[in-house]
């Protein structure tokens, strides 16, 4: 080998070493597996966290004390006012040849109230209420029942026509599988132009109230809240399991069937808030970090697990020295999420000139560490031993592709799917899109297991061992990421 071979591949050995030790994570920094398990636990110790409910506001409390514990600096709790429906009782009896039968319900967030007695009127059956479901089948004066439609998530579409990469070195994956994203209701999506849902379709054509059947929601779950886009609807309805809906749609076949649906509750004034905290850096250029704090039930990966990195980052980065952080940083647990994200949306606004105009990058982390749960063929939910697979959709930039790869290959966080942060639609799922429709930089982490929005998402479904190679995973991309001006950040102009 010649002098200048020689010189020039010792160079790039070199190179490779200070690379290396510069964008090392310092292990002894990083928070331990059981002290992390130790936050969700406290976090997650009520049955909900609600927005302006008890449990909600003692996750704001949580996350506010460890933010000052950490040393964050200008930790501050701000308040965003909402309305707090709540419901008190609901029910569906069924009138049959054997007497009164009850049909096992659960209420759809911010819908209708009944009088106490309730609404008793005959039941008819509208398919997937669509348009031409309700010009053809009479639903004035009676309670309409509806099949809810959830949306799938083909992976082989999405990684073809919108993904980078998918890190799954042990071919784990089936990429033929689709996945249900049952956070997704085809027929009464929020996100869109509801007017022609068959909720309002159903109000439109004179019922009374809807009575929704969870067909595509594994194991006959029933406890299905949403949607939670905040508006407060006046038509009473409730949500009835796959199998139950299966059972009530065979009686209303066999002949016309009576009812009566109660829906109860209250409406009222509340308050829920924002959590963020600052930790400075070298440069007034800010890397921001958010999750949610809100969570319909217990809520282990909606959102605890999001809100345990955002801690163990915010524990991390605060014991390394001022001089040695590259970038501003500010962690946000933000309220709302379950209304309408009402609050990053509310936060971005009040923080605009002093935060989001000199943020460069936004990281945005949910449901982390999720299990695989998938239905067998007895109709039991059961563990399938894996990871659930992971979305992390980022804006186009070399810098974010290769810091994201190199991290996730250095901490094997297996089962993760490198996306287009457009692939499902304009902006990307969750929190992320606040910040992307800004022109923020994001780098959105999210999976979507079909427990999320029902009773089941418990400390069961957290895989304990992928908290810190999660952790670890994030440090590693920030810190590598950190260290490009927001220029270098900012996406790829397609020619």
Same mark, same amino acid.
């Given at each position: ?5 020689? $010189? ?31 936050? $969700? ?30 040393? #964050? ?6 308040? +965003? ?79 073809? #026509? ?14 033929? *599988? ?21 909720? !309002? ?29 905040? +508006?407060?609807?006046? $038509? ?9 809906? *299966? ?20 409406? *009222? ?5 924002? +959590? ?43 014991? +390394? ?23 990053? !949306? ?60 190199? *991290? ?72 590598? $990421? ?14």
């Amino acid at each position: 080998m010649s002098k200048l071979k020689m $010189l020039i591949y010792l160079s790039a050995v070199l190179m490779l070493l200070l690379s290396t030790a510069l964008f090392a994570v310092d292990n002894s920094k990083v928070p331990t597996q059981d002290e992390i398990v130790g936050w $969700l636990d406290e976090f997650c110790r009520f049955d909900n966290r609600r927005p302006g409910e008890p449990g909600g506001h003692a996750g704001e409390d949580f996350v506010y004390r460890k933010f000052q514990e950490f040393g #964050l600096e200008n930790v501050s709790k701000e308040p +965003v006012k909402i309305t707090v429906w709540r419901a008190k009782d609901w029910s569906l009896k069924v009138q049959t040849e054997g007497g009164e039968e009850e049909i096992p319900t659960f209420y759809t967030l911010n819908t209708g109230f009944t009088p106490k007695k309730g609404l008793s009127a005959e039941l008819v059956y509208v398919n997937s209420g669509s348009e031409e479901d309700f010009n053809t089948i009479d639903v004035a004066g009676k309670i309409a029942v509806i099949d809810m439609e959830f949306a799938t998530l083909p992976l082989l579409p999405l990684m073809l #026509l919108k993904g980078y990469y998918l890190y799954d070195p042990e071919d784990t994956y089936k990429w033929w *599988a689709a996945q249900p994203a049952c956070w997704v209701r085809k027929n009464w999506n929020v996100d869109k132009d509801t007017s022609k849902s068959a909720y !309002e379709l159903a109000k439109k054509s004179g019922a009374l109230a809807v009575v929704w059947i969870l067909k595509d929601q594994p194991a006959n779950v029933v406890t299905h809240y949403g949607p939670y886009d905040g +508006v407060m609807k006046d $038509l009473p309805a409730l949500y009835v399991g796959r199998d139950d809906g *299966a059972r009530l749609k065979g009686m209303l076949a066999a002949g016309s069937l009576n009812g009566t649906l109660i829906q109860t509750g209250t409406r *009222a004034p509340g308050v829920m808030h924002n +959590v963020h905290g600052i930790l400075p850096g070298k440069s007034d250029e800010i890397v921001l970090i958010t999750s949610h704090h809100d969570s319909p039930f217990k809520g282990y990966i909606e959102d605890g697990t999001g809100i345990s990195m955002v801690l163990a980052l915010a524990k991390y980065f605060s014991q +390394v020295p001022v001089e040695e952080r590259e970038k501003t940083m500010v962690f946000l647990a933000s309220a709302g999420h379950f209304y309408g994200s009402e609050g990053i !949306e509310t936060w971005l606004e009040n923080h605009r000139e002093d935060i989001a105009d000199r943020t460069v990058m936004n990281l945005n982390i949910e449901h982390v560490a999720a299990k695989e749960f998938v239905e067998d063929k007895n109709g039991d939910y059961n563990y399938t031993g894996k990871p659930q697979l992971r979305g992390i959709f980022i804006d186009n930039n070399d810098h974010m592709k290769d810091a994201i790869g190199e *991290a996730l290959r250095d901490n094997n966080l297996t089962r993760s799917a490198v996306i287009a942060i457009d692939a499902l639609g304009e902006d990307p799922p969750g929190e992320g899109r606040f910040p992307h429709r800004l022109g923020i930089p994001v780098i959105h982490y999210i999976s979507g297991p079909s427990y999320l929005l029902v009773d089941a998402d418990n400390k069961d479904k957290v895989l304990f061992d992928e908290l810190v190679p999660a952790a670890k995973t994030f440090i590693e991309i920030i810190e590598k $990421l950190s260290h490009f001006s927001g220029d270098e950040l900012k996406p790829k102009v397609e020619e």
